[in-house]
């Protein structure tokens, strides 16, 4: 595993006009790391994506929130946080809820509010799920290739 090369991270309020601020950012970033101009779409997609959920569903009744974003630059990877402190959610039945899918699904057959998790899992390599105090997202995105598991890593941290 090689260790990190550099790190950045952002706080934005959880509100929808500052999500683009976290593409641009992104977009510099892999940018400079060599990624295509595909791979960089997908990974803003993704983010955005992330972000947007963290935005629309951790804060719902609260007025003021925040969202982190880190970016751990590796030698032969990007890896995305976002996370949350707001209401988590239980992944495995909002999963069950949005019904099977695969990286062969259309997004036509997908159920509305489905489609950020589907996003996710097919545009990067790599999806964590970490439900705690809140929700973090880590999304890695391989400069040489392709993911080898399909699968969202779920984790539920119980709080003391």
Known sequence: MS???????MKIPARPEYVGIVRLTLSGIAS???YSYDEIEDLKIATSEACTNAVQHAYKNVDKGEVNIGFGLYEDRLEVMVSDTGQSFNFEEKKKELGPYSSNSSVDSLP????????METLMDEVRVQISTGVTVFLTKFLNGER?????????YEAN
């Not at 509305?112 to 996003?119: A, F, K, S, V």
């Not at 080898?148 to 539920?156: E, M, R």
């Open 112 to 119: 509305e509010g489905g489609l950020g998790l589907y996003l």
């Open 3 to 9: 260790s990190v090369v550099d790190y950045i991270e």
């Open 32 to 34: 400079r790391m060599g």
């Open 148 to 156: 080898v598991n399909h699968d969202t890593t779920i984790t539920n």
